[in-house]
């Protein structure tokens, strides 16, 4: 659908080896930042999502097929991602750590369980990158607009508070987190976006680095979030198009909803 923000081939492989990368004891910065991108207008959504038959639940909130409706889906972000086929070895492998650093465990603990926004999601998918086995998670949120802001406040204070900390694997490998505000498109009603990366050195001294672009945002009643991580290199223009198409497909179902009643 969105063949003008494919992600473009990238030269960085899973395993970044850097000389003099981490010294842990005394690690050396890694400089790293998601490029900033400038509020840009939605893309338009070439084919309308079909009105699931039931209005929203009494409470106002999504029935089970909007929600559904509302994910997005491979076709909006095009070649190379696919339907996922699990979960990413990194996922237990390097975000499964622990921290002294009291204010960013759950921090870690939130990424790791994929509840971004305090609670367990509504409906997901996930999606995946073969050519660089980056992964893509999208969830509905099943919180309230106030407990959801709440959520997007508190994510918000995770670069001054949890500005780098170390970690510790299961297994033992140290590990240095890094975690930035990152810049996101102005769509919904409120939004935060964070770029976290992870270097780790195991105990053979084999050097990795896992990036993560995080997104959560609010549209009206409703809430998605969104992770897309990868050993190395991320592509952030897919998490730029993920945003907006989620908040486009988010407020499209809403409106038909209500047409419906």
């Known amino acids: 659908m969105i063949d003008a923000i494919r992600p473009r081939p990238r030269g960085l492989r899973l395993w970044l080896t850097v000389a003099g990368l981490l010294g842990f004891g005394g690690c050396a910065a890694l400089g790293l930042k998601p490029p900033a991108t400038a509020p840009q207008p939605l893309p338009t959504i070439d084919k309308q999502v079909p009105a699931p038959k039931a209005s929203a639940r009494p409470d106002g909130t999504l029935t089970d097929a909007q929600a559904q409706a509302a994910l997005i889906t491979q076709t909006d972000l095009g070649a190379p991602w696919t339907p996922t086929g699990g979960a990413a070895t990194w996922r237990d492998g390097l975000l499964k750590a622990t921290t002294e650093a009291g204010d960013c465990q759950p921090l870690l603990d939130a990424l790791y369980a994929d509840e971004l926004l305090g609670g367990p999601a509504r409906v997901a998918v996930g999606l ?20 959801v802001d709440a959520a997007l406040k508190w994510l918000g204070t995770m670069p001054a508070r949890c500005a ?15 975690v930035t505000d990152a810049p996101l498109p102005e769509v919904g009603d409120a939004r935060q976006g964070l770029h976290i990366s992870i270097a780790a050195l195991d105990q053979d001294g084999q050097e990795s680095l896992l990036s993560l672009d995080l997104a959560a945002v609010r ?41 419906q009643v």
Do not use: H, K, M, Y
């Not at 780098?164 to 890094?178: H, K, N, S, W, Y």
């Not at 809430?223 to 592509?235: R, S």
């Open 128 to 147: 995946d990158d073969a050519d660089t086995d980056a992964q893509l998670r999208f969830q509905i949120a099943a919180r309230r607009p106030s407990d």
């Open 164 to 178: 780098r900390f170390t970690a510790t694997t299961e297994r033992g490998v140290l590990e240095d987190v890094q």
């Open 219 to 259: 549209v009206g009643e409703d809430a998605f979030a969104f992770t897309n991580g990868g050993l190395g290199d991320v592509p952030n223009d897919a998490t730029q198009a993920a945003v907006q198409v989620g908040a486009l497909r988010l407020a499209d179902v809403r409106r038909q909803g209500r047409a």
